[in-house]
């Protein structure tokens, strides 16, 4: 495949709920372009984007796939992104090198949560955007129903350019409005006609709408068009142009994408409607200047300085880790070295490739506002700027959602521990959405994920990729102990066996406090010798990281040394650390032990009409809410609330349930609580039947 320069490059991400028809969509395309000899299905597993093992077994996109095709001499980076929710960040990572978007629409199913959260995901970029409404040859479908819903759903800036032409499996073809042109479709040909007379009631006022549209978009459109002057097709064009890129005008356009019908006049209006990499940000893109973090900027020219940010990154098993990344500016060539602006570190380029799924084709370079990509970078991670070494820029990151459901992993065979941590080392370099710590007190190995199904899929590529195979199990919650009373006791400690004993004897006073551990003493007439003192201390350090109650580490106690004894040869250092430990154990049964728990706060992040399904629930949870504010989305309510996190495992699943999966939330530690006096006694038990 030949360079293009960015005036003949669109980077087009591909957006709808699942099943919307994305995939089918870019093989229809790959097909009727001639780039296939066969359309694949993603029924079969023989898509070109949908390559990975995990989904060709489950039947749905995972990972964003890059599907670069040559039309009308112009070259079209056709992003293929995932509809199930718990892939968001690899939405989030194309929408961040994309100019445009395509949302597709199910005809048979009209509005759905993913093209709720694909124009919200735009609206928030502010991104010019087309709706594609696929599968117009199925039955039942009602046309004038779905464009009414997107209309009401999404405002009038909503326009079909698109009218069709037989609905159902009576659908042949439809009308192109901006030109006024009828295109019919009978199997590989498409034969443009008149407009038939019997639709030509329904197409005028659309396209009278898409006139006064045109005239709004410049002062002398609007003065020809009060003087009753036709606009020329040139000046219908430039003027819908400007409309879709201000963010103005949504075109909609009609077709189906297992039938091929509709898709050149989709690359035609990509072409002609959605931005170049030089119509974004008026082709200046800023970033900082790594030494100084002043602020710097790139022109989108191929003779400017080399920058480029790396938004994805795939971890192949044969060719090792490929770096798929956009050029702001300047060119990506093979064997030059570049600076690794995120990490100070310089990388040496080797090949320099165009994917096309897995495949790989390979050229020379990479222009300014075209996506590539290059393999086996040693420092190189998703969100990392490369440039020029002599002119350093540093672009923002990549924002991804945090996780908000974890899972221990557990190895089904002993000994692949070392095997398992370095595997998901590798997959979280390919998907940042994705986290692997260990809890430090429970000795877990946690993964932190958008989803069930996120976390299933890593487990399947760590059998599939790394042959390791684990089971996925709740996590523990790491509980504390602590007292709300105050006991005074004596811990002694006396041993004879023969020759020197061992003696030691302290009286100890413990009491609640704010600090997590406070050691005082009051100790008068030398009763306990001062040499013996730090190791009473460190006795009672010993002890705190294992409470009476469960094992759990004891926090927010006093210990006050108030007195003792001892024997001029018995005693010793550990004589004097036994004693203490005696006390302990003896004065924090004494002093009305409790259980704590990690309470959470919880922003929640619901439509209105949930409110009160997610208020009652919470309090099921033995969570309270804080209370409620307008959120940052239109339409839609912040929960501030704080919950337990043993009621908050699988919240995630819980809430996209009761929400229909409009609904996300965030969640952060906030303190210790005491756990309700009825729950303790079983959560001993099961700490007692684990151990």
Not at 74 to 88: A, C, L, M, R, W
Request: glycine letters at 8%; one cysteine or more.
């Amino acid at each position: 495949m030949k360079n293009y320069k960015y005036d003949n490059v669109r980077n087009i991400a591909l957006l709808g709920h699942g099943s919307s028809g994305k995939t089918t969509l870019t093989e229809a395309i790959l097909y009727t372009l001639k780039q296939t000899k066969r359309m694949g299905r993603v029924e079969d597993g023989t898509t070109v984007s949908d390559y990975d093992k995990s989904e060709m077994e489950r039947g749905f996109s995972i990972g964003t796939s890059v599907i670069p095709v040559e039309w009308n001499n112009s070259k079209y980076n056709i992003i293929d992104t995932p509809g199930y929710f718990d892939f968001v960040g690899e939405t989030f990572s194309s929408l961040r090198v994309a100019g445009s978007a395509v949302i597709m629409v199910d005809a048979s199913s009209g509005i759905e949560v993913g093209t709720e959260k694909a124009w919200r995901y735009c609206e928030d970029r502010k991104m010019p955007r087309l709706l594609f409404i696929n599968k117009m040859d199925k039955e039942n479908i009602d046309y004038v129903k779905v464009i009414r819903e997107l209309k009401e759903k999404f405002g009038k800036k909503v326009a079909p350019f698109a009218v069709p032409w037989g609905i159902g499996p009576d659908f042949k073809g439809f009308v192109n409005v901006v030109d006024l042109v009828a295109k019919e479709f009978k199997g590989d040909d498409c034969v443009e006609t008149a407009v038939p007379e019997e639709l030509m009631a329904r197409v005028n006022p659309i396209r009278d709408l898409l006139i006064e549209a045109v005239a709004e978009s410049d002062e002398e459109l609007m003065e020809k068009y009060f003087e009753g002057e036709e606009f020329t097709t040139e000046e219908i064009h430039e003027g819908l142009r400007k409309g879709v890129i201000s963010n103005e005008i949504v075109p909609v356009l009609v077709g189906s994408a297992t039938e091929r019908v509709g898709l050149h006049t989709l690359l035609d209006m990509v072409f002609d409607y959605m931005p170049t990499p030089h119509d974004m940000h008026e082709g200046i893109y800023e970033g900082v200047d790594p030494e100084s973090e002043e602020t710097v900027s790139r022109e989108v020219d191929e003779n400017a300085p080399l920058s480029a940010l790396v938004f994805k990154t795939v971890v192949d098993p044969f060719v090792g880790k490929i770096s798929m990344f956009k050029v702001y500016s300047g060119k990506f060539k093979k064997d030059m070295e570049v600076l690794n602006a995120t990490k100070d570190e310089t990388e040496k380029i080797g090949t320099v490739f165009l994917l096309r799924g897995k495949e790989q084709l390979e050229v020379d370079a990479v222009l300014a506002g075209d996506i590539g990509a290059t393999s086996k970078l040693q420092h190189t991670e998703t969100g990392d700027t490369l440039c020029d070494k002599s002119s350093p820029i540093r672009y923002k990151g990549i924002n991804y959602p945090k996780p908000c459901i974890f899972m221990a992993v557990e190895p089904k065979s002993k000994g692949d521990e070392e095997k398992i941590g370095q595997a998901l080392h590798k997959l979280v370099e390919e998907d940042p959405t994705f986290i692997v710590q260990r809890n430090k007190e429970t000795k877990q190995l946690l993964i932190g994920g958008q989803g069930t199904m996120q976390l299933g899929v890593v487990t399947n590529k760590l059998k599939n990729i790394f042959s390791v195979e684990v089971d996925l199990v709740d996590q523990k919650i790491a509980y504390r102990e602590t007292i709300k009373g105050t006991a005074t006791v004596q811990g002694k400690y006396k041993k004879q066996s023969g020759g020197s004993g061992q003696y030691g004897d302290v009286h100890i006073q413990f009491e609640p406090c704010e600090e997590e551990f406070v050691f005082e003493e009051k100790i008068f007439g030398g009763s306990v010798p001062r040499n013996y003192i730090p190791a009473v201390e460190k006795g009672l350090h010993d002890c705190i990281e294992k409470g009476v109650l469960a094992g759990f580490p004891v926090v927010n106690i006093k210990a006050t040394l108030l007195d003792g004894s001892y024997h001029a040869v018995d005693s010793s250092e550990m004589a004097f650390k036994m004693a203490a430990s005696v006390a302990f154990k003896k004065g924090i049964q004494e002093a009305k032990p409790i259980l704590l728990e990690p309470i959470y706060a919880v922003n929640i992040f619901i439509p209105e009409s949930y409110m009160g399904d997610i208020m009652g629930d919470m309090n099921r949870r033995r969570g309270r809410v804080l209370g409620m504010e307008a959120a940052v989305v239109k339409g839609f309510q912040k929960v501030v609330a704080e919950a337990p996190l043993a009621e908050m495992f699988k919240y995630a699943t819980e809430l996209k349930s009761m929400t229909h999966a409009r609904g996300w939330f965030d969640m952060e530690f906030t303190r210790y609580e005491e756990v309700p006096s009825n729950l303790v006694d079983k959560i001993i038990q099961t700490v007692t039947e684990e151990e």
